[in-house]
């Protein structure tokens, strides 16, 4: 199966959205749809990357660096950015999607702010 970063995206906004800080693992049966099967690989993809860890017994959330993660590709404009200089490369790791899109999120912040980062 291939990444989605945009999957990612969403799953991250997902999580970070919901009112309780403990989330349940999608796609835990054989049955399971294979929707809640993508969203699983993609959740384990987080896992390997350190963005979300395992709490116990199907459960997960959200890590201080995948909350910076979700705050660097909160705007679409940095988030565009990101895809487009992964695509420019001929693809780019989850790490490195991380920190191009925090690089650009710095920039952005330091064009507004008119101060260097």
């Given at each position: ?15 970070e959205?919901s ?7 999608p ?10 099967r ?40 940095v ?8 695509a ?20 952005e ?9």
């Amino acid at each position: 199966m291939k990444r989605d970063d945009d999957l990612i995206r969403e799953l991250l906004f997902k999580y970070e959205e919901s009112e309780d800080w403990l989330q349940l693992m999608p796609g835990q049966t054989l049955d399971s749809s294979s929707s809640a099967r993508r969203e699983r690989y993609h959740v384990l993809l987080l896992s390997d990357e350190g963005l979300i860890t395992g709490v116990g017994n199907g459960t997960f959330r959200l890590t201080s660096k995948g909350h910076d993660y979700v705050s660097a590709i909160r705007s679409a404009t940095v988030w565009n950015k990101t895809k487009e200089a992964a695509a420019q490369i001929g693809g780019a790791t989850l790490g490195m999607m991380k920190d191009l899109a925090v690089a650009y999120l710095k920039q952005e912040a330091a064009n507004k702010l008119g101060i260097s980062l």
